[in-house]
């Protein structure tokens, strides 16, 4: 088993930035993908990013492109998540996920965080 630990947010107001960070507890080829979701009240959870061992594939939800930036190191087992220009409409939990091969649904991940909350002040 793997588990992630998320860090890192908070109340911003809107047009700042946060930095999100997520460390896994060990490494193992079955979080070679590491990426993000978020989940507003009252709304499904939704794809964010997400990252590939080697940082060559990597995928954001139009909402967020240009706008947030996905990195990860893996000598540390973390996958960070900086946001820029944020916007009330990003308030949300904010939860790491991973697993062995890409993807952007839910119903894909293998290991999950336990979430982060982000509120965006207009």
């Known amino acids: 088993q793997v588990q992630l630990v998320e860090s890192g947010g908070g109340l911003v107001q809107a047009g700042g930035s946060l930095r999100l960070s997520c460390a896994a507890s060990?490494?193992?080829?079955?979080?070679?993908?590491m990426g993000w979701f978020r989940q507003a009240p009252g709304k499904e959870r939704e794809f964010v990013a997400r990252?590939?061992?080697?940082?060559?594939?990597?995928y954001y939800a139009d909402s967020v492109k240009g706008r947030f930036t996905i990195s990860r190191d893996n000598a540390k087992n973390t996958v960070d998540l900086q946001m820029n220009m944020l916007k009330p409409e990003d308030t949300a939990v904010y939860y790491c996920?991973?697993?062995?091969?890409?993807?952007?649904?839910?119903?894909?991940?293998?290991?999950w965080g336990q979430g982060t909350q982000v509120t965006v002040s207009s």
């Open positions: 060990r490494r193992t080829s079955s979080i070679d993908v």
């Open positions: 990252i590939s061992w080697t940082g060559g594939s990597i």
């Open positions: 996920a991973a697993r062995r091969l890409l993807f952007t649904r839910q119903n894909e991940i293998d290991y």
